[in-house]
């Protein structure tokens, strides 16, 4: 089996507020790191009412600071929304408060609507395109400082903190192997180039001082329960998020519904089933089945997963039965599981 990653959007749910939010992320990363998780990673998004991450790296922080061992980073920093040099310090500010345990992933998208996009990034329309060099310049200010450099990451120089590129699509896929970096397939919510930006990736790949080979994943949604039919009530949540999003009307997490019948169209729900074909949902024989057809399927190094459920306890559930069916962590849960109640 490859080592698993939890990506967390810490959902704000209906009737709650952004801060119960980050706690509960902080909760789940630490029984992830009970259960031998190898990352808890949190997603930059704005504007948007469900999302608790906005301020990603504080986001870290808080989660970096009430767990020990597991990595922690970002999948992703929204890169063109920000100056590079400003990243460089975040994140080495990070690295210097948890050494050896923080990731920076970096996307090309702006994570957000096209107005709060022009918000972030004060009339820089053109931003998304110089997404390779930005990258480049956040690599420089990672590496030891020369002398007479003039302009310095403090602190971030020198301290070599890991890049991954995030792509949807075969953009991120073809830098990510020009620059020899990892790279981490979106197929949670966009499946369709999943195997081309696999394929390309490796295909292309030149080895860096970084890292001599390809090293690939991807992410899919996994909502897990005892039973195939708990496990769909729970994904229903994430169904009626996603049709709120496309109806231009986003908001916290719904409670789910015995049904969706009735909640959308039948266009809204080819939609759904489209973005998230790669979900596996259902009891621990389901779940585990589907993550190894995943996985063999895609050949990945190491598998992401995500969930938006909107109970504290069913998502943490979900989780255990994901590491169980993975890790083996059956011994380790029954504790975790006691704690959590």
């Known amino acids: 089996m490859v080592p698993v990653s939890i990506l967390d959007l810490a959902p704000i749910i209906a009737g709650g507020t952004a801060g119960e939010a980050l706690n509960k992320s902080l909760d789940l990363a630490r029984h992830a790191e ?51 040099l400003v990243i460089a310090e975040q994140f080495g500010t990070l690295e210097s408060l948890y050494p050896g345990r923080i990731d920076l992933g970096l996307g090309r998208a702006p994570g957000t609507d096209q107005l709060t996009a022009r918000a972030l990034r004060r009339g820089n329309a053109d931003s998304a395109d110089t997404f390779p060099q930005d990258v480049m310049e956040l690599q420089a200010y990672f590496r030891p400082v020369k002398p007479g450099q003039a302009v310095q990451a403090v602190p971030g120089g020198g301290l070599g903190v890991p890049i991954i590129l995030l792509g949807s699509s075969v953009f991120g896929a073809q830098l990510a192997a020009a620059l020899g970096l990892p790279f981490v397939f979106a197929s949670h919510f966009a499946p369709d180039l ?51 999003l496309r109806r231009g009307t986003p908001g916290p997490l719904p409670p789910p519904v015995e049904s969706m019948e009735g909640l959308w169209s039948s266009v809204e729900q080819a939609g759904v089933d489209h973005a998230f074909s ?30 938006a459920i909107f109970d504290h306890k069913a998502r943490l559930r979900s989780f255990e039965i994901v590491a169980e069916a993975m890790m083996g962590a059956g011994a380790g849960t029954k504790q975790a599981r006691s704690a959590a109640g």
């Open 34 to 84: 009970k259960w031998n998780y190898k990352r808890y990673w949190l997603a930059e998004h704005h504007n948007m009412p469900g999302i608790a991450s906005a301020a990603t790296a504080i986001a870290i922080s808080h989660v970096a600071a009430g767990t020990s061992t597991i990595r922690v980073g970002s999948a992703g920093i929204m890169l063109p929304n920000h100056a590079p």
């Open 194 to 244: 999943l195997h081309e930006a696999l394929d390309l990736y490796r295909g292309k790949f030149r080895p860096s001082d970084t890292l001599k080979k390809p090293y690939a994943m991807a992410a899919a949604g996994v909502f897990a329960a005892e039973t195939d039919r708990e496990a769909q009530r729970l994904f229903t949540s994430l169904q009626q998020s996603f049709v709120n």
């Open 278 to 307: 790669e979900a596996i949902v259902g009891s621990p024989s389901t779940v585990k089945r589907g993550l190894q057809e995943f996985i063999q399927r895609t050949g990945i190094d190491e598998m992401i997963v995500t969930a």
